[in-house]
């Protein structure tokens, strides 16, 4: 129950949030278990994030819960998780920390029950993770439970029956803003037309086909409320989506989304419209076609 267990990468043991201020404040948002329904969090380059939590409910009887928090971290970041408040807070938790790898297999790659005391900590019941380097760049997910609800790979525990209720704050320092990467995906817009025109002064909406390929499920993996569309890609023009749909016949299901003209801020002598969004697991995506812009600048 009192040591560090590092499973496939080992630790460095020296900590780099002792002195640091903690400079974003963030609240969880249920659900965040299962672990593939992870709370995305954005940390600014080399400064840490603070995340005030509840296991359960605070007060009544314990309810079973696990909370899951996911970041875009990059191969050589060196890392540190802690539990301030865990201990002492509104109602006291004995908790457990854990750092996943990218899914979909979610591996364990290091979890600690009980601490030595530092700074925000008045017990040792209070868990930390201190300078663990990041094996790849991706999407890396914490997990918060209590003792001894110890986690396996994929995201579940052991003893899931033995529930301890609390609140905590979680700081998560260390992690640098990764490069840019944006995957590429296919688009087909106004699909079943050719060429692709679209007069910027309607009022009307534009269809923008997703496509799928064998090894990219547009229907499942694209985060739809993250979709933009337009001149540049970045304009705020979603309506919905729907689907899937086979619209190119390759015999593999599309998402189609409808987007407001008259937002995507096309103008005479535009070619080419541009579609950016995110994937489900934090992957930034974009996408581009050709268009014919009539009857003229707007």
């Known amino acids: 129950m009192k040591k560090l267990t590092t499973l496939a990468m080992p630790a460095i043991v020296a900590s780099l949030f002792v002195g640091t201020s903690v400079f974003a404040q963030i609240v969880e948002q249920e659900p965040t278990d299962p672990i593939s329904s992870s709370q995305l969090v954005s940390i600014p380059s080399s400064d840490p994030i603070s995340i005030t939590g509840v296991l359960g409910t605070i007060g009544g009887a314990a309810v079973a819960d696990l909370d899951f928090y996911s970041f875009q971290g990059t191969g050589g970041d060196t890392v ?124 009307g909406k534009v269809h923008v086909a997703i496509l799928s390929t064998p090894e990219f499920d547009a229907t499942t993996q694209v985060d739809i409320s993250s979709l933009t569309f337009g001149a540049t890609g970045d304009e705020q023009s979603l309506v919905s989506c729907r689907g899937p749909k086979d619209v190119n016949y390759d015999g593999l299901k599309d998402l189609v989304c409808k987007f407001k003209t008259e937002y995507a801020q096309f103008s005479s002598g535009d070619t080419e419209g541009w579609l950016k969004g995110r994937t489900v697991d934090g992957y930034e995506i974009e996408g581009r076609d050709f268009i014919k812009c009539v009857p003229g600048a707007k």
């Not at 017990?123 to 986690?151: A, H, M, Q, W």
């Not at 998560?172 to 990764?178: K, M, R």
């Not at 590429?184 to 002064?201: E, R």
Request: no cysteine; net charge negative; proline share 10%.
């Open 80 to 203: 540190s998780i802690d539990i301030d408040n865990g201990w002492g807070g509104a109602q006291s938790v004995d908790t457990v920390i854990a750092l996943f790898g990218p899914g979909p297999s979610f591996p364990l790659l290091v979890q600690n029950d009980d601490s030595p005391l530092d700074p925000g900590s008045t017990n040792i019941k209070d868990s930390e993770i201190t300078s663990f380097t990041l094996p790849e760049f991706g999407v890396f997910t914490v997990g918060v439970s209590s003792y001894p609800r110890f986690f396996i790979d994929g995201g579940d525990v052991v003893n899931p029956t033995f529930v301890q209720n609390g609140d905590y704050t979680l700081i998560i320092s260390g992690v640098t803003q990764p490069p840019r990467l944006a995957l590429d995906v296919y688009i087909d817009i106004k699909p079943g037309n050719i060429p692709n025109v679209i007069n910027p002064k309607s009022r």
